[in-house]
Structure formats: C-alpha cells, structure tokens
C-alpha cells in the first residue's frame, strides 16, 4: 500500500495567516491527490482533486500544488470556517489511502 | 442535490454482524462506483470497500476482507455493507462516499460523502 504522510499534524493560525500543509506518499503517485476538509462532527468534504483542481464552489484561497511524491495544500487569508482538519489522500492505485490529517487550529 | 444516506449502525458484539445501508439521491447510482470509509473514534480516516457503478467489480481493504461484503441495488438507489466476524477494531464512523467514475479502480475522487453512521463493537 502506498503511505501517505502529512505535516505537521497540528498547527496554529491566526485569521487572515497563510497556511500550507505538505503531503508525501511513499512513491510516485503523479498527480491522483485529493484534499479533503473535515469538520468535528461532520463528514469530510472535497476541496482539491487531482493535485491542483479546485471543487467547484471550494472558495479560491484553497489551492494545491505538487506531483509526483511532494503534495502542498495552501490557504490563504485563513477564515473562521477554515478551521478543521484537512486530510491528502491518494487514487493511484488501491486501496485508496489517506494522510493521517493535519488539524488547524486557532 | 446529490445526497447520500446512511444508516444501520449500532452496537453490536464481538463477532457479531451488522448491514450498513447507504440510500443516494438525486443522481442515478449506476453510473457512479460507490465506497466506504471509515473513522475510528478520534482516528483519521480508512478506506474500506467500494463498488463499480454495475456492481460486477468489488475491492476490499486487507482489513476487512473475508469479512465485509459490498453490494448494490441500483434500482433502489442503494449500496449496503453487510460485515461479520466484528471486532472492536471495526468501531468507528462509516460513510459511504460517491465515486467520479463508475469504474472502482478508476475513482479518482470521493464526493460527496454521506453524514456517516456510527458502529460500536463492545461486549
């Protein structure tokens, strides 16, 4: 199975920060990496698929970069509902894995 | 709106069984592969199962194969996860999730997911 590792596993914002959060698989998975958002409670929600292609109705201070093994997900201007947990997870081959989360906090 | 729903869970004991069942609307299940994944309390999340748009195509995770079965009624708008043998790893949140494609290898992405439904394995 391919290994999917995010860091940091935690980090502190403030509103209006830049954040970015990095994700690393344990080989090349070109560019099949997601970016999911959950809130406590909730079920997680699809920010960013195929490395850099925003969801339809994901506000544009999301954006995701890299390919290969070196995954980055940005958030610019943080608001108050960007507080969450954001989860990178691969479709390069199966079983899907996911990264252990990153959880933001203020 | 595409929606997904789920329902089934519950307490149950070790080794015992329990059906998950998953009602989409607002879009025509067979076109689309339909998975599950799961998260233990406070843990992150784990992919379980999914299944191909025809249902003719199932995978598993190692974890649970032998033990899980997915399965799909696409004139009821449904997915179900019949799991046996359960164990108090098996606790945890299980959603199920729409595939992009009606391929299961293929699914590229998981969206939308459903609001989960909770198992708990305990005596």
């Known amino acids: 199975d391919i290994q999917m590792t995010q860091s940091p596993s935690s980090l502190s914002a403030s509103l209006g920060d830049r954040i970015t959060i990095t994700c690393r698989s344990s080989?090349?998975?070109?560019?099949?990496l997601n970016w999911y958002q959950q809130k406590p409670g909730k079920a997680p929600k699809l920010l960013i698929f195929?490395?850099?292609s925003l969801r339809s109705g994901v506000p544009s201070r999301f954006s995701g970069t890299g390919s290969g093994t070196d995954f980055t997900l940005t958030i610019t201007n943080l608001q108050p509902e960007d507080f969450a947990t954001f989860y990178c997870?691969?479709?390069?081959?199966?079983?899907?894995?996911f990264g252990g989360g990153t959880k933001v906090e203020i | 709106e595409v929606q997904l729903l789920e329902s089934g869970g519950g307490l149950i004991q070790p080794g015992g069984s329990l059906r998950l069942s998953c009602k989409a609307s607002g879009f025509s299940v067979d076109s689309y592969a339909m998975h599950w994944v799961r998260q233990a309390p406070g843990k992150g999340l784990e992919w379980v199962s999914g299944i191909s748009g025809s249902g003719a195509t199932t995978i598993y995770a190692e974890s649970v194969k032998g033990r899980f079965t997915i399965s799909r009624d696409n004139s009821e708008n449904t997915v179900d996860l019949q799991m046996s043998s359960m164990g108090a790893d098996d606790t945890a949140v299980y959603y199920c999730?729409?595939?992009?494609?009606?391929?299961?290898?293929?699914?590229?992405?998981?969206?939308?997911w459903g609001q989960g439904t909770l198992v708990s394995v305990s005596s």
């Open positions: 080989q090349s998975i070109s560019s099949y």
């Open positions: 997870q691969q479709s390069f081959s199966i079983p899907p894995t």
């Open positions: 999730a729409l595939g992009d494609t009606a391929m299961v290898p293929e699914t590229n992405f998981l969206d939308p």
């Open positions: 195929s490395a850099s």
